[in-house]
């Protein structure tokens, strides 16, 4: 009987790590939550840039930019700049 007993307990707990597993993937996975992670951390870099020029320091609560937000951001403005060249030569 304690042999049946250990191997539900590891069958119950091989399906946990499991499902926690497939809940860390589903979120990791999730187009929205990555939409809204690149942007805040594009946030943190436009916020970043602001400080650098302004020459005021960061807050000890304000998030640090990141790598993906830096990429963004220049993805960002190499759009704009494509955009406006375009309009230029339009005119």
């Known amino acids: ?4 007993h250990d191997i539900e307990v590891e069958i119950a707990r091989a399906r ?4 926690a597993t497939v809940d ?11 939409a809204v992670r690149v942007v805040d951390e594009a946030k943190a870099a436009v916020a970043d840039v602001r400080r650098r020029v302004t020459g005021e320091a960061r807050a000890a609560d ?6 993906t937000g ?3 951001l220049g993805a960002g403005a ?3 700049a494509a955009l406006v060249a ?6």
């Open 1 to 4: 009987m304690s042999e049946t």
């Open 16 to 19: 946990a790590e499991l499902q």
């Open 24 to 34: 860390e993937l589903t979120g990791r996975l999730d187009p929205k939550a990555n």
């Open 62 to 67: 304000e998030p640090e930019a990141t790598t």
């Open 70 to 72: 830096w990429v963004a």
């Open 78 to 80: 190499a759009a704009v």
């Open 86 to 91: 375009g309009v230029i030569r339009k005119l």
